[in-house]
């Protein structure tokens, strides 16, 4: 079962909800932990107000990937799933209202959204998650604390043309504090708050630049 932010927050009064932190749901008679990361919230200062309006698509995502559940590499070839515990959305959405809520964060956009917000915008998003997964560096022992990666591609699509105007690929790697699972949720959300920071301050500037070769329509 897949739960949406929205759906986390009709269960507030139930059950409490922080950033980072489980929700405990019965799932099958087994208590199940939900997860959630959180947006970027700080970012470099002195960037550019944007005049345009932003879509984010979701994001594409292989199948290991486009699913709740927390995937762990054991080795380069094999990957799992912590058992007991998953995000509160699948990863790509996850993703894609957290890239939302990160550009509304900054406060230098016009106006973001997302497919379904019927944005007339100047500028498209599209991003591809390469990966989003903790890994214990090839081993096998559960001694040692895993590293949380998250990599995306992200291009920039100039409207109502289409054409790709700038393209980079983010990465972020941070190691748990320990092998606890409640550890290794925070250095996911770690790592994907520095990508985020990066997609958002990138975005605005190349935006920028192509705006000004070529200015919006008026």
Known sequence: MTFSRRNLLALGALVPLAACSPAQLLTGGRSQKIYVLTPAKEFTAGLARAPWQLLVETPLANSAIDTPRIMLGETANRMTYYSG????DTAPDMMQ???VESFENSRRIVAV?????GLRADFVLKTDM???H???DGGETRDVAPEATVRINAKLVRMPRR???AGETFEAKVRAESPALSDIIHA???ASGAVLRRIVEWTLQQ????VRVDPLPR
């Open 85 to 88: 515990a998953t995000w509160a």
């Open 97 to 99: 209202t957290l890239i």
């Open 113 to 117: 959204g997302v497919e379904r917000s």
């Open 130 to 132: 390469r990966d989003f």
């Open 134 to 136: 903790a890994s214990y």
């Open 163 to 165: 054409n790709i105007v």
């Open 188 to 190: 996911f959300d770690r």
């Open 207 to 210: 935006g920028m630049a192509n």
